[in-house]
């Protein structure tokens, strides 16, 4: 197969991975593993092995093996405490890693490649939010599925899972239409940009998910840092969000119930809550294995177990109950689940790969404040944010978002490109 041809049909595997994370996880996982055996096959007829030497990814790789090492079922005390599953699970982490690097490296080295990119993520941001629209408007979402028990927005999912997603992906697609009408002259373009900024963070507030909302809030923070012209729509998209929250009572007032009401509960009991429970018994394991940790699956294996349901008496917490929802999937904290997975080395290495992708994220953009590249930024830090309430790292549906961003970020950062969706909306005006 010409390498035009394989290029090609890894780039559209890539481009279908947004579709698959959105309605087709079994899609996702196919076109991830495609896009992989795609780029081996490619550096092995090139004999290109030049992206093996990068920093970043000799980092994530030496995280992946200690994290695969200490999985591994070692007749040995607290190694591979899940077993075979536990071990074959860390094993295939490597799919995503890869993918990263065929994205960096070979797929989108081309203008209209990260373009293409920066569309298929900018869609999937505008379709979550279009669907919590017609869910809050009309009771239901396209697929006929009601706004969750709770009164959180799911969009166009089944359960909740809009709010985190959608404020990942909101700055992406949003910065660089709200800069691109801000610019130009004329009053209604800027009244326009103000309307797109305004309609994304609303919707981020709408769809009353608490860290959604708190991932919204550090975006703006992070874009009104970078992009000048955009500080005074920001602070009125700030201004109305509150207002909004506010008003949240009468205009929602299951929105105002999960926002407001269930975070002062957790704040107020916070180490007697779900969330308080699941920190203590996942750092209790890291604690009580500091070296190596219990691998990966780990926390599920054995947090029911009574040596790890102690409390923090250093830290004046008191032992869990184990009925609030402490002995959950995963610890809720990608930080906390390095730990208790791989110990102290684990979480170091892990968090020296976040912030080395959030470096490379960032690189140039104080000179060139590009608002592609500054959204991409918002979404890696979104992810690395250590205070936050998570999933399992790397479980796909959410984590295959955060790699396709560090992909694209690591390949703008390689060329500093001109705004991928300029050309684009330029055709649109011509037309």
Known sequence: MPQDRLRGLALLSMLLVPLGLLHAWVLAEICVGLTDVLFLVHVFWRRDFRWLRQPWFILALVWWGWLVLCSAPWPLPGFGIAGTKGLVEAIVIIRLIIFAAAMQGWLLTTPA???????ALALSGIWIALESWQQYLFGHNIFGYPRWGDGALTGPFEKPRAGGLYSHLMFIFMLPIAMHLLAKPGRWARVGGVAVALFGVVTAVLIGQRMGVAFAGLGLVVAAFYLARLRLPMLAALVVSAAVLVATPIISP?????????????FHHFTQSPYGEIFTVATNMGVQSPWHGWGYRSYRAVCTQPRFNTGLPALGIPPTQTVLGACNLHPQNYFIQSFSDAGFPGLILFTAMMLYWT???ARGLLRNPDPVRVGLLIGVIN?????ASTDEFPTLYMLGWFFFFVGL???CADVAPKPPFVPLLRKIENV
């Open 409 to 411: 970020a690591l390949a």
């Open 254 to 266: 299951a929105t105002h119930g999960k926002l407001v009401g269930e975070t002062q509960r957790n």
């Open 113 to 119: 490649a990260r373009r293409a990119a920066w569309i």
């Open 359 to 361: 470096w490379i994220a």
């Open 383 to 387: 992810y690395t944010w250590p205070i």
